[in-house]
């Protein structure tokens, strides 16, 4: 049987730095590797594991993070997140570009130097999705997201760079149209695409880059041609990790859903989206085909040391898939809840809460644990629970 795993958003917030600046814990190599290590037993029983690294990484630990919405990670903590079990990690997202292209460029040489796989952010067009080989069974990775905050980060992608194209986006980049394509095209192209945008998706007028609800026709465009790449290697099962929605919405986005269901309907197997900071729910098709609206934060200071409190933003999801090595068919998903804390070490960690649950020097008050625990299973599969389960089996 093999069994791959999905994490949710892994990072290392601006609020968790200033933590640390303030406190007697050193942010170094011991610190990241007790954040994660925790999940080591867990993951340890997976064939393979993604997750969604929500920040660049320095490979030489330079210009790291110092605001609060742009992101800039020591490689030690790439290191870390594979000694935890990941294998790959997806970083088309919206903090993907916080520290430009160069930027970009040194999460991709960091974290090929610890081994640690990734999609999403490319410097090769060749490279804008993954093939997992697990015993013959072949898995496709494709990665994308609806932005990078280059709205507040001021970071764009440039033709005349040839650096178009180094993230895989749902859409423009926030404002890049203005910046990028203007003085050429304003008047010869993008008065016409604009008029057909504006027929095509009457949805999206007057609407801000990254507030859109569709994906743009040549994003499209180039998915469509990820897919026939992906068909021209026989895989044999596909997986579209989407960076997209609202932020800690109590349901997900109608965006969100719109787009996990354009995946799905273009032949995405699994469709797992994230950066809503909190767990939502999710969907099964006819042909059990699966979408998964927002596993939530794996590592993050959410609901543990600043707010939104009371959303359940410390919880998240590990989403697991079994599959039959004989017939390659889905023999079952399941999924398992982790809660991040801060220790009596004052670091912070994840932990499965199965395994909290076991540990009562961490838990100050077990019923309140159980109770939240299981409320966030059902916020994930919709059902009722009465006991916490090391895997809970997720069924359409």
Request: charged share 25%.
């Amino acid at each position: 049987m093999i069994k791959i795993s999905f994490l949710g958003d892994i990072m290392l917030d601006y609020e968790m730095v200033r933590f640390y600046s303030e406190s007697s814990v050193n942010l170094d190599k011991e610190c990241y590797s007790q954040m994660l290590n925790h999940l080591r037993p867990l993951l340890s029983s997976s064939n393979y594991v993604i997750g969604n690294l929500e920040t660049p990484i320095s490979y030489d630990n330079s210009n790291l993070t110092y605001r609060k919405f742009e992101f800039n990670t020591s490689v030690q903590f790439a290191e870390a997140v594979k000694e935890a079990g990941v294998q790959m990690v997806t970083t088309a997202n919206n903090h993907c570009m916080d520290r430009g292209v160069e930027g970009l460029k040194s999460t991709v040489r960091g974290l090929n130097d610890v081994g640690l796989s990734q999609c999403g952010i490319h410097i090769d067009e060749k490279n804008r999705y993954r093939i997992i080989d697990i015993d013959g069974f072949k898995i496709g990775v494709l990665a994308y997201t609806y932005g990078t905050n280059a709205f507040s980060n001021h970071q764009y992608l440039s033709i005349r760079r040839k650096t178009f194209n180094y993230v895989n986006l749902l859409q423009e980049q926030e404002g890049a149209v203005k910046r990028v394509f203007a003085s050429l095209l304003r008047g010869f192209l993008l008065r016409p695409l604009g008029l057909l945008e504006r027929l095509v998706f009457p949805e999206n007028v007057n609407l801000k880059a990254h507030e859109k609800r569709t994906i743009d026709l040549y994003r499209k465009w180039l998915i469509r041609k990820d897919f026939r790449e992906l068909k021209k290697e026989n895989v044999d099962y596909t997986v579209a990790c989407v960076h997209v929605g609202g932020q800690y919405r109590k349901s997900p986005s109608e965006y969100t859903k719109h787009t996990a269901d354009w995946f799905i309907d273009r032949g995405t197997d699994l469709a797992v989206c994230n950066h809503e900071h909190v767990i939502h729910d999710h969907r099964f098709t006819d042909l059990n085909k699966l979408a998964v609206y927002s596993l939530g934060n794996c590592l993050g200071s959410s609901g543990v040391t600043c707010g939104p409190y009371g959303r359940r933003s410390e919880y998240s999801i590990a989403l697991h898939v079994y599959i039959n090595e004989s017939d390659k068919r889905i023999e079952k998903f399941t999924f398992s809840v982790l809660k991040t804390i801060l220790s009596e070490r004052n670091i912070y960690e994840t932990w499965p809460v199965f395994d909290l649950l076991r540990n009562e020097a961490l838990t100050a008050d077990i019923e309140q644990l159980k109770d939240e625990s299981l409320q966030a299973a059902s916020d994930f599969s919709g059902k009722q629970y009465f006991e916490v389960q090391e895997e809970f089996e997720l069924a359409a």
